[in-house]
Structure formats: structure tokens, C-alpha cells
């Protein structure tokens, strides 16, 4: 149950951030559209806020998803090719800023109470320690170069002007790219986000926790 509110502040945020972003760089589309709003409701897509992670679940796999995309008008940014990159870019920073707000948080408590914490206090770091995982994982995912996430518009940015053509086109086909790749790691169990995406969470993970103890020790 720690899981859904952990996952649904950091989907809800991260694509405010890349809202909000957007906006300061010249396209309002978003707040035209009502869209910057911490209303889960506003961001829920079916099947990247429902479907896949409810079936990462059920199959014991890490769970992962994504919202509804805050609308984005590139030609509404004063550069469009570095604006969109930085967009991009909001979302995951916005996680990994939350991940040290959790962080932070996490040190305070250990400072506060110790270790082992009370039982009441124990949930919390439960869930903090969840909270840290999930804004990890969201960053990192999304910063992989498949379309539709934001690695790829990243990637899109630094690609030179014909290159960078084809690739936007490919951004069409993004959700069935990432459910084919989904879908064939169930099928054929590749564990490809074992082999991608997790040793960079483990990695980040410790680096979090480090600066708890840090921040814990300093008390």
C-alpha cells in the first residue's frame, strides 16, 4: 500500500515539473490547458498509471509507470531545440529532488529518534525509504533514450538537424516501442531493466542513503 502514494506524488510532479518548465521558457500550453495542477486525477493515463504498473505487480516485477504527458508546444519555446531539452529534463530532476527531500527527511528522523525507530516511526521511514526508491527509479527510467521518455528528447536535442528530423518521427511510435520492450521482457524474461536501469538505482539509492547518515551524524 506504501507503493501507490509514493508512485502517484512522484508521476503527479514530475510532470508538473516539465509543465512549469516549459512555461518559463516560453510555452504557456500547459497552464492554458489546466494541466498544472497536483490533481492526480488531471494526470492519470490508463495505461501507464493503471494497467502496467498493476500488471509489474501481479508478475513480482519492479514496478514502474508514467501519466498522462503535460502538453508541450516546442514552437511556443523561445529555442525550441534546447528548450525542449531542458523540459525534458525537468522531470527527472524533479524526482531526484524529491528523492533528497526524502532523504533529508529520513537523516532527521534517524537523528531524532535513532536506531531502531518506535514502531509508528518505523512506517514512516517504511515509506520514506519507498518514497526515496520510486522517485530514484521514475528519474532514471525516464531518462532512458526510447521514445516516448525524456532521454530520447534529450537525445533529440543533441542530434544534428537531419538526424535529429528522423528521430522526432520515431517519437510517434514511442508507447508501442516501450510496450513492445515491455512485452518481450515478460514473453522471453531478458531482465533488461536489470541489466539497464537497476544497478543505476542501487547506485543512486546508496548515494541517497549516504547523505541520510550524513545529515543523521551531524546531530
Do not use: C
Not at 525550441?80 to 529520513?106: E, Q, S, Y
Not at 521511514?125 to 530514484?136: C, T, W, Y
Not at 528521430?167 to 512485452?183: A, C, D, M, T, Y
Not at 522471453?188 to 547518515?213: H, K, N, R
Amino acid at each position: 500500500m506504501l507503493l501507490v502514494p509514493a508512485l502517484v506524488v512522484a508521476i503527479v510532479f514530475h510532470e508538473v515539473a516539465h509543465g512549469l518548465a516549459a512555461k518559463a521558457l516560453g510555452d504557456p500550453t500547459a497552464s492554458e490547458r489546466g494541466r498544472l495542477t497536483f490533481n492526480p486525477i488531471k494526470h492519470v493515463d490508463p495505461v501507464g498509471t493503471l494497467l502496467v504498473p498493476g500488471g509489474l505487480l501481479l508478475m513480482g516485477a519492479p514496478a514502474f509507470g508514467w501519466a498522462k504527458p503535460v502538453p508541450v508546444n516546442k514552437y511556443r519555446l523561445r529555442n525550441p531545440r534546447w528548450g525542449m531539452m531542458a523540459v525534458a529534463a525537468a522531470g527527472p530532476a524533479m524526482n531526484f529532488a524529491l528523492a533528497a527531500i526524502g532523504a533529508v527527511v529520513l537523516g532527521l528522523i534517524a537523528a531524532v529518534w535513532g536506531y531502531p525507530e518506535p514502531g509508528n516511526v518505523s512506517i514512516v521511514v517504511e515509506a520514506l525509504s519507498m518514497f526515496l526508491l520510486i522517485n530514484i527509479f521514475l528519474g532514471m527510467f525516464n531518462l532512458l533514450p526510447i521514445p516516448p521518455f525524456d532521454g530520447s528528447h534529450i537525445v533529440g536535442g543533441l542530434l544534428p538537424g537531419k538526424l535529429r528530423f528522423y528521430w522526432e518521427r520515431i517519437q510517434r511510435f514511442g508507447i508501442v516501442l516501450i510496450l513492445g520492450v515491455i512485452g518481450y521482457s515478460w514473453v522471453f524474461g531478458t531482465g533488461w531493466l536489470e541489466v539497464t536501469v537497476l544497478p543505476l538505482v542501487e547506485g543512486a539509492m546508496d548515494i541517497y542513503i549516504g547523505l541520510a547518515d550524513m545529515i543523521a551524524q551531524s546531530f
